[in-house]
């Protein structure tokens, strides 16, 4: 029962708050977006925070996260940022063109981002801006798509002020990729930072967005983030993730994409690790010859936890989806991978793929994978596979018969376990950026490919 | 070079190598042949430093080393090299960078300086030509897509690159077609030298028409039962494995 009162605190903190925090709006408390984040907030009262007694929860154990008080971005008031935008390059991911939106602990810095030069038919906006100079570009949009919602997305909708909001007109083709980084944990107080983001892609749309989440210190925070994603007939979504924060601070996210007819959807998920990581990305396939696919890399050591939980939904006839995850898990680190598939009765025809894939690099580390197929249509391709291994001993003999150390063995192995992830980067240049930090977060020696 | 006195080898608790005694001098071209099951991958195997399997008497003296004492890596870098019957694919490293990083393993080992990223192309082309491979082939990934025939030549080309003392080739002819069969032997031939020994595991006598064997040793059940001069691989061409296995032998005398 203790753990129930510590949560119930928790609530109540995040329920009392909320009036100092209405009080920060000024004039932005008069909005249909308020309206939704007091109807969030209602919710919320009589919502329980997710416990392990629930089975989609039943590995992650979130009390570390409700155990403190985490304050609200804007409750701990909006000051210019510290950080100029030369500082920010160790954050960014480099190589390429792009736009850019930064985020400090949830809320759009204009100063630190960079939207020169946008075709015709785009809007790249923050959702606080766009509430003042356009709301009628989120109103009946944003929210849309959220749906079972628990405590921490209803926490999210109550305090989210911001986020990126990116709108494709029909047949735009953004050819730079948007890089938008969320830079959290900047203050004394532990900062709750709640961005709320949406990309709408357009008929024969295409765009591709790449969401970085970094620590700008050592600091405990926590990231609760969602991402709505709705690709129209025929659009083109790339959406990757690359989140790479302390090892203090706590992140989750829910991916929300609900997709129309011939749309592709790629969602690429890097997770570098935080104390605890979870991601619910869930796609609703409502329309025919939809493309779906969720390529995941997720890295844990020492006592961290990750868990992955991945739906596609497939409504209708002859779609597609296809899913890759693979985990390197070390020290005393714990893997979650629920990946769930339904195809409905109208489904008929769907090609269904889901292949989870995980090596220990220590005795102590522990996965808990769990394929969930619940296919209600008899015509239909569906396959999948888990498996739970160590680093491959007779390729690991193999390196080491030419003279390279062990060390540098594995190394390769764990870049050569990593590949068939890494390679379907469409971004070429982000490729040996994610080799790499795959590396500095396994305090491994390095490979490089020269 | 490479002495084996009554070496005896297990995996998973079942005895493979009963007693070999072996000798291979420098400048020497041994093969070991046998039926399948008889244990001549596990001795190359055994050789390399596989630690699948477990050493449970005898021993390996190489250049005056006990070899039993060393790590894979370390025996490589004394100059053992193993072509492997089944090469393992390493997708997201090239070859270059395969090679580049074990032959500069090996030259630091023997305080000799990395090479020159000239130097490592110039070798890289000199080599891959031997084998009449392609040059696009240095920036794929290790065996990656390669097909059998193609992963063996690239086990040689490895061995040209690497230019150890000892060569073991295991199965190094199986899956190959008559063509690869002759440029991989003539790898292996160029390899070749009076400071060099090469010991090849094959099952079939058609690869020793192409790498001349001075001796010829047949393993049957983890033990060396005969040996003798590369007519024997004929012999044994022409007549199979009954005629010498022991078992065989001794209820016709009976």
Redesign the interface.
Known sequence: MKNKSEFQNTKEWYLNNFKSFEEKLNGESKTFLHDLRKNALEQLAYTDFPSTREEEWKYTNVSPILKQNFIPAVNLGVKKSAISKDELKKYLFSGFDFYLMTFINGIYAEELSDLQELPKGVVVDSLRLLMKTNPELVNGRISKFVKAENAFNLLNRAYSTDGAIIIVKDGVVVEKPIQILYLTGDNESPVLSVPHNMIIAGKNSQVGVLGVYASSGSKTHFTNSITEVFADESAIVDLYKIQNENGKSYHYEKVEAYQLKKSIFNHYNFAFGAEIVRNDINSTLDDENIETHYYGIYLANDKQLVDNHTFVDHAKPNCMSNELYKGILDDDALGVFNGKIIVRKDAQKTNAYQQNKTVLLSNRAKVNTKPQLEIFADDVKCTHGATVGHL????Y??????????E??KS??I??F???V??VVKIEPLREQL?HLIFEHLNRVE???? | MLVIKNLHANIEGKEILKGIDLEIKAGEVHAIMGPNGSGKSTLANVL?????YEITGGEIIFEGKNLLEL???D???EG???A?Q?????????N????K???N??RK?HNQPELTPKEFLDLMKEKSKILGMEESLISR?VNVGFSGGEKKRNEIF?LLM?NPKLALLDETDSGLDIDALKIVSNGVNIFKAKDKAVLVVTHYQRLLNYIQPDFVHVLYKGKIIKSGGKELALELEDKGYDWIKPELVESETV
């Open positions: 491959d001993d007779t390729a003999f193999y390196i080491r018969t030419r003279g390279i150390p062990s540098l063995a390769m192995l870049r050569a990593a590949n068939d890494v390679e080799n490979i490089e490919n020269k | 390399a430093g596989n630690e699948g790590d894979p890596e025996r490589a870098r053992v090299f193993l492997f089944y090469p393992v694919e390493i997708p997201g490293v090239s270059a960078t395969f090679l990083t074990a032959i393993e090996v080992y990934s490895q690497l």
